[in-house]
């Protein structure tokens, strides 16, 4: 299986300020997504990162709010920008790896955000 | 959209087997998923199964596929005491891989 570090691991953030997660695969993979889980809840996928071009958003998120980069296939950055308590959440990117079956899809550790 | 639904809560004692249930709306789904979360923890993944299959045997685990009634169980044989967790099912369909996640349930395992 893929091994994914996230950094931060978690941070305490001021409102309106921007934190930037990063996640490193030790592979390459073909996809690489974002997905968020806030208190108590499921996931849901933020955006699909794509390598060399913009990401691909779900409804109800959007580029200014969420900048993603993927500059190659086994890194990738998620920015939350702007925050507010309401960002507070688990970040978490995932991976589909080329490495494996690529029926199998992993997830990092995860970024615990508190928002003050 | 696609929807995916799973029960809350499910409490077995230790050495039971525990079966968490999953239904899904999305007659295109390809893959479906078990996943473990611990607290504090990551998403763990347990097992998956393609859609053209009806079941599969992982050790302790065995997932069961009702393509026709969109149900998707997962049994854990001899549940123990480390197997508490939020058990979440997911699905994909076609090549872009994008989950949809269900609620996920809350194992709990008595002694």
């Known amino acids: 299986s893929a091994v994914i570090s996230q950094k931060p691991s978690r941070d305490i953030c001021q409102r309106g300020t921007s934190l930037t997660i990063q996640c490193q695969v030790d592979?390459?993979?073909?996809?690489m997504f974002w997905y968020r889980q806030q208190p108590g809840q499921s996931l849901t996928l933020i955006a699909t990162a794509n390598q060399g071009s913009e990401a691909t958003y779900e409804s109800g998120f959007v580029i200014d709010k969420f900048p993603i980069s993927r500059p190659n296939l086994t890194f990738s950055t998620l920015t939350v920008s702007n925050m507010s308590p309401e960002d507070s959440s688990i970040y978490l990117c995932?991976?589909?790896?080329?490495?494996?079956?690529?029926?199998?899809?992993?997830f990092g550790p995860g970024t615990r955000l508190t928002v003050l | 959209g696609e929807d995916v639904e799973q029960s809350l809560f499910l409490s077995v004692r230790e050495g039971d087997s525990s079966v968490i249930n999953c239904t899904y709306t999305d007659s295109s789904s390809t893959y479906l998923y078990w996943y473990k979360q611990e607290p504090g923890a990551g998403l763990q993944l347990l097992t998956y199964?393609?859609?053209?299959?009806d079941m599969k045997q992982d050790q302790r685990l065995t997932v069961l596929l009702n393509k026709k009634d969109k149900h998707l169980s997962l049994r854990i044989a001899d549940t123990q005491t480390g197997d508490s967790a939020i058990y979440f099912c997911?699905?994909?369909?076609?090549?872009?891989?994008?989950?949809?996640f269900g609620s996920g349930t809350q194992l709990t395992v008595l002694p």
């Open positions: 995932s991976v589909v790896s080329l490495a494996g079956f690529n029926d199998e899809q992993f």
């Open positions: 997911a699905e994909s369909s076609g090549s872009a891989r994008q989950l949809t």
């Open positions: 592979s390459q993979v073909t996809m």
């Open positions: 199964i393609f859609s053209n299959m």
